[in-house]
């Protein structure tokens, strides 16, 4: 964050105090604008581009301030730029239509109120500004910030951006066009670092994709990803949702054929005699189409 000090004396009571709590306590960085009198137009101008810099501001003599032409402008300009504004003014009233039309202009009658407010708010601040950068970049970059944006990043497994895309705001449980979670499309794209980092992040590791209605071990199961599947049981998956066309996980496990994933399955309790929309099994399927070594496997686990 950058902070700007805009007082009109250098030599301001209380000056040395809140820039005090703001590089020591805070551990931010300040400017500190002084508007003395015969300012010249060089001068101006540095303070309107300091002005321009600034992410936060503290005011200090507000009353002085307005009361000069140069001081006026200055202060326009920071309601324009529509930063967060610390107004220490004693004669609060002269601000109390400021006050009332931006949420973002707080004005205090004495500057320990104000270094109380900036210091127990910190966090916020820090994050909202983390949010707009993150925003800014993405914008900058040509990205727009959509569901369905942030679903390629997480298929591409990019990091970077899909930290710059939660760090702006977008949910880690969010959905692209298609009704698919993001945790879907990462195991769908076999991306499974990305798959640990978005169930670290909070995902909902039940969430069922609108398309084909599969939770993201599904579509593990579905993609015969062992890493992948392994993780989800380990993380609590639940292995008794039914997909949209009537399919169980251990069904889905049956119809590609892999050994190691329905051994995992049956040890975490998956039901192979769970019914599917035709009527059938896991377990009858692996019989009807004569599938020795899954049938095997299952014995082994009936013992």
Not at 25 to 53: F, R
Not at 128 to 157: M, R, V
Request: hydrophobic share 45%; with cysteine.
């Amino acid at each position: 964050m950058k902070w700007l000090i805009l007082t009109p004396e250098t030599q301001h009571k209380d000056l040395p105090y809140i820039d005090s709590v703001l590089t020591k306590d805070c551990a931010q960085k300040t400017q500190i604008l002084a508007l003395h009198a015969g300012l010249s137009d060089t001068e101006l101008a540095s303070a309107v581009d300091a002005v321009a810099n600034a992410t936060h501001a503290v005011v200090l003599g507000a009353e002085e301030l307005c009361a000069s032409s140069h001081g006026t402008y200055l202060l326009g300009n920071l309601m324009g730029r529509n930063i967060p504004v610390f107004v220490c003014a004693p004669k609060a009233p002269l601000f109390v239509g400021v006050r009332a039309s931006s949420s973002r202009f707080k004005v205090f009658t004495d500057i320990q109120l104000l270094a109380k407010d900036i210091c127990g708010n910190l966090a916020g601040y820090t994050a909202t500004e983390e949010k707009q950068n993150a925003l800014t970049g993405l914008f900058a970059a040509g990205i727009p910030f959509t569901t369905d944006c942030f679903a390629t990043y997480i298929a591409k497994d990019d990091d970077q951006k899909c930290t710059q895309f939660l760090t702006a705001g977008m949910l880690v449980d969010s959905r692209d066009s298609n009704g698919v979670p993001m945790l879907c499309i990462a195991t769908r794209n076999d991306c499974a670092a990305k798959v640990k980092w978005l169930v670290e992040k909070g995902a909902n590791i039940n969430a069922v994709a609108a398309d084909r209605g599969y939770t993201a071990v599904m579509d593990a199961v579905w993609r015969k990803n062992e890493e992948v599947t392994q993780y989800l049981i380990e993380q609590g998956a639940d292995l008794s949702i039914i997909s949209s066309d009537g399919q169980s996980i251990l069904v889905l496990a049956v119809g590609n054929g892999n050994t190691k994933i329905i051994d995992m399955l049956l040890s975490a309790g998956a039901d192979p005699d769970i019914k599917d929309g035709m009527g059938m099994s896991a377990r009858q399927y692996a019989e009807l189409f004569k599938k020795e070594p899954i049938l095997e496997v299952f014995r082994r686990h009936a013992k």
